[in-house]
């Protein structure tokens, strides 16, 4: 089982975007080590092979299999399709690790959505990942789900629970899909700034950890009728790791190994990490204020994306867009800051426009590419016009991905971010709205809270060192 690789050159791999005059290799790699099946584990872990420069390019390749249903109605969800079934990412250099992030798809999507429009997510990263979130406007001015770009047929009324996919259906080994999932995408987007160079690591193991959900309802959505949580697997045996390398000529390479018993390899990379947090939120109209304290001490903090997930308990069984991939919107946010013992706005933010438009700066000035209603569900909803499709339903309020810009304009890794001396404290207030499609009222969320922070990775001849 392996992903297609001529559909991936087709589209035109990133590697050839800065050619070098040295080769381009594929390795395929199987698990050394797969625990499956185990309460609460379902871990593959990979040896990552160490030759001249690991690139942007490497991915994982998986397929999702039936388990307990022999049903073929379920399909990757929408906005981040095979993605959202990895629950933790993990790469360890010679036994320290280099990133560890969890829940990675919250993090990727709006990135994703802010570099690149609806069209284009579907029409690049749908081939990997099966993405493929595209919304509209009727013919009565009202936003929807647009069926017809995507793999959905639907009946003749919109507003009917009943769908059908004609791609990308769960089925046996034999016939579902294979997915490949960019290592960039995995908390390891400094690959995308510069190559690796792990032929430099020697005899020592660089290890890649992958966890997996086993409620397959954080990552597919039923078609038609409810799912539990064990119908779906991921196929663990099958799962591989292909890795894309540049190939350095043999006395280059030769070089630079003499190189580190004088002088070390520096290789600065920004790296993220999650802190979770809890809010409760009260009844419709009721106001409902929380501080949170994050430690990121004598860190250099270049990003803070604020996402509400819904709970384990909360998970729907007939989420028919999006899973559990959600940024829940709360309501009317109000917003306040303190960083270094200083309060960053003048005073709380309330205007619902100026929340939206900090992602946006978080973002290097490239906002979501999300309709209205998919990011904010506030006092507003009222006075705009609601489809009934079914689908609009499902996904409304679902995208409510707050980010913070801490850069300070100098750019690059260290010096181009804010040095915090104090843990962060972050005063978030908000005030449901509704109680249905979506839920705000009286309902518990996770907060996560993902922090970009500076990082250092030291390579020497005889040990290697990862500091920030």
Same mark, same amino acid.
């Given at each position: 089982m392996s992903y297609n690789l001529n559909e991936f050159l087709q589209l035109g791999m990133d590697s050839e975007a800065t050619p070098v005059n040295?080769?381009?290799?594929?390795?395929?790699?199987?698990?050394?080590?797969?625990?499956?099946?185990?309460?609460? =584990?379902? +871990?593959?872990?990979? +040896?990552?092979?160490k030759n001249g420069l690991l690139t942007a390019d490497s991915m994982i390749s998986l397929q999702f299999i039936q388990k307990n249903s022999t049903s073929s109605n379920v399909t990757?969800?929408?906005? $981040?399709?095979?993605?959202?079934?990895?629950?933790? %990412?993990?790469?360890?250099?010679?036994?320290?690790? *280099?990133?560890?992030?969890?829940?990675?798809?919250? *993090?990727?999507?709006?990135?994703?959505? $802010?570099?690149?429009?609806?069209? !284009?997510?579907?029409?690049?990263?749908?081939?990997?990942l099966a993405n493929q979130f595209q919304t509209g406007v009727s013919s009565t001015g009202e936003e929807e789900f647009d069926v017809e770009k995507t793999r959905y047929f639907i009946t003749d009324t919109p507003a009917n629970d009943v769908q059908n996919v004609i791609r990308y259906r769960v089925n046996d080994e034999n016939t579902s899909r294979v997915y490949g999932i960019h290592l960039k995408n995995l908390g390891m987007e400094f690959l995308e700034q510069d190559s690796l160079p792990v032929f430099l690591l020697g005899s020592r193991e660089m290890v890649l950890e992958l966890f997996f959900y086993k409620d397959c309802r954080e990552?597919?959505?039923?078609?038609?009728?409810?799912?539990? %949580?064990?119908?779906? !697997?991921?196929?663990?045996?099958? /799962?591989?790791?292909?890795?894309?390398?540049?190939?350095?000529?043999?006395?280059?390479?030769a070089e630079q190994l003499s190189m580190l018993r004088t002088q070390p390899f520096m290789y600065p990379l920004l790296d993220n990490y999650l802190v979770k947090g809890t809010l409760t939120t009260g009844g419709v109209g009721a106001k409902t204020s929380t501080t949170y304290r994050v430690n990121a001490q004598n860190r250099e903090l270049h990003k803070l994306l604020m996402v509400n997930s819904d709970?384990?308990?909360?998970?729907? $069984?007939?989420?028919? /867009? /999006?899973?559990?991939?959600?940024?829940? %919107?709360?309501?009317?946010?109000? *917003?306040?800051?303190?960083?270094?013992?200083?309060?960053?706005?003048?005073?709380?933010?309330?205007?619902?426009?100026?929340?939206?438009?900090?992602?946006?700066?978080?973002?290097n000035g490239m906002a979501l590419k999300f309709p209205y209603n998919a990011f904010n569900v506030n006092a507003r909803h009222a006075q705009i016009p609601q489809s009934t499709q079914h689908l609009y339903e499902q996904y409304r309020?679902?995208?409510?991905?707050?980010?913070?810009?801490?850069?300070?304009?100098?750019?690059?890794?260290?010096?181009?971010?804010?040095?915090?001396?104090? $843990?962060?404290?972050?005063?978030?207030?908000?005030?449901? @709205?509704?109680?249905?499609?979506?839920?705000?009222?009286? +309902? @518990?969320?996770?907060?996560?809270?993902?922090?970009?922070?500076?990082?250092? =990775?030291t390579i020497g001849a005889n040990k290697v060192e990862i500091s920030f």
């Amino acid at each position: 089982m392996s992903y297609n690789l001529n559909e991936f050159l087709q589209l035109g791999m990133d590697s050839e975007a800065t050619p070098v005059n040295s080769l381009v290799m594929n390795t395929i790699r199987t698990p050394v080590d797969v625990q499956s099946g185990r309460s609460g =584990l379902s +871990k593959v872990t990979f +040896k990552v092979p160490k030759n001249g420069l690991l690139t942007a390019d490497s991915m994982i390749s998986l397929q999702f299999i039936q388990k307990n249903s022999t049903s073929s109605n379920v399909t990757p969800n929408f906005i $981040s399709g095979a993605l959202g079934c990895i629950e933790r %990412a993990r790469l360890v250099i010679d036994n320290k690790v *280099l990133t560890d992030l969890e829940r990675p798809s919250l *993090l990727e999507i709006p990135k994703t959505y $802010s570099r690149k429009t609806q069209n !284009e997510v579907a029409e690049f990263e749908y081939k990997f990942l099966a993405n493929q979130f595209q919304t509209g406007v009727s013919s009565t001015g009202e936003e929807e789900f647009d069926v017809e770009k995507t793999r959905y047929f639907i009946t003749d009324t919109p507003a009917n629970d009943v769908q059908n996919v004609i791609r990308y259906r769960v089925n046996d080994e034999n016939t579902s899909r294979v997915y490949g999932i960019h290592l960039k995408n995995l908390g390891m987007e400094f690959l995308e700034q510069d190559s690796l160079p792990v032929f430099l690591l020697g005899s020592r193991e660089m290890v890649l950890e992958l966890f997996f959900y086993k409620d397959c309802r954080e990552y597919l959505v039923p078609t038609v009728g409810t799912m539990a %949580a064990d119908d779906y !697997e991921v196929n663990y045996p099958n /799962v591989e790791l292909v890795t894309t390398h540049v190939q350095l000529p043999d006395e280059i390479q030769a070089e630079q190994l003499s190189m580190l018993r004088t002088q070390p390899f520096m290789y600065p990379l920004l790296d993220n990490y999650l802190v979770k947090g809890t809010l409760t939120t009260g009844g419709v109209g009721a106001k409902t204020s929380t501080t949170y304290r994050v430690n990121a001490q004598n860190r250099e903090l270049h990003k803070l994306l604020m996402v509400n997930s819904d709970i384990s308990s909360n998970i729907a $069984s007939n989420q028919r /867009v /999006v899973a559990n991939q959600k940024a829940n %919107a709360t309501g009317n946010i109000e *917003l306040q800051i303190k960083s270094n013992g200083l309060n960053m706005y003048e005073r709380p933010i309330t205007n619902q426009s100026l929340i939206f438009q900090q992602s946006t700066y978080a973002h290097n000035g490239m906002a979501l590419k999300f309709p209205y209603n998919a990011f904010n569900v506030n006092a507003r909803h009222a006075q705009i016009p609601q489809s009934t499709q079914h689908l609009y339903e499902q996904y409304r309020g679902s995208q409510h991905y707050l980010a913070i810009d801490f850069s300070n304009g100098n750019g690059g890794v260290y010096g181009g971010g804010s040095v915090q001396k104090q $843990s962060l404290e972050i005063e978030y207030a908000t005030t449901p @709205q509704t109680t249905a499609d979506p839920n705000q009222a009286n +309902k @518990q969320f996770d907060v996560n809270f993902y922090l970009t922070v500076s990082k250092m =990775l030291t390579i020497g001849a005889n040990k290697v060192e990862i500091s920030f």
